[in-house]
């Protein structure tokens, strides 16, 4: 008797997918919150937003990509994220409206979009449920789509628990 070690999953010819593994190495994100440039915290006051604008060091958010919001109900008119996303074009990588979690879908969407489907033509797929990364439901109906016209067959899950998603016929 063998005391070697098998990996059956590996032997099995199922392709494990886990999106966290594809998330790009060199994207940093980061936030910006104007409810920390609201007067009393209900309103802007262009004035006094303007100046704090000119003289904040924007350096900080060089080289990331930025989810810009404003987590209080308060009256922010439009033209107000319009002028930070001028001063963050200026340093960031890349500036959206919404939260972190809403960047992180969008980059991974766009990571969907690069996957090459050839890699996975009649492959059988388990898309790893348990990821480093908050993925949204949104993301995995993207890959869902991306998959099922060149796979075999889709699982979500863990090798040792999956759900069968799709089997083509």
Not at 88 to 115: H, S, Y
Not at 125 to 137: H, S
């Amino acid at each position: 008797m063998s005391d070697e070690i098998v990996n059956r999953v590996e032997q099995s010819g199922l392709i494990q997918l886990d999106l966290s593994k594809h998330w790009p190495s060199d994207v940093i994100v980061a936030e910006y919150d104007l409810a920390n440039d609201l007067w009393e915290g209900i309103a802007l006051k262009e004035k006094v937003f303007r100046t704090k604008l000119k003289e904040t060091d924007w350096k900080s958010y060089s080289n990331k990509h930025v989810a810009l919001f404003c987590s209080v109900d308060a009256i922010v008119p439009t033209w107000a994220y319009m002028l930070v996303t001028k001063y963050l074009n200026e340093c960031a990588d890349r500036v959206i409206f919404g939260r972190t979690k809403d960047l992180n879908n969008l980059i991974m969407k766009e990571v969907i979009e690069q996957l090459d489907p050839s890699v996975y033509e009649n492959g059988r797929i388990i898309v790893k449920g348990c990821a480093n990364l908050e993925i949204d439901e949104s993301v995995y109906v993207e890959l869902m789509n991306k998959l099922q016209p060149v796979a075999r067959s889709i699982m979500f899950g863990e090798p040792c628990s999956t759900v069968p998603l799709y089997k083509k016929r």
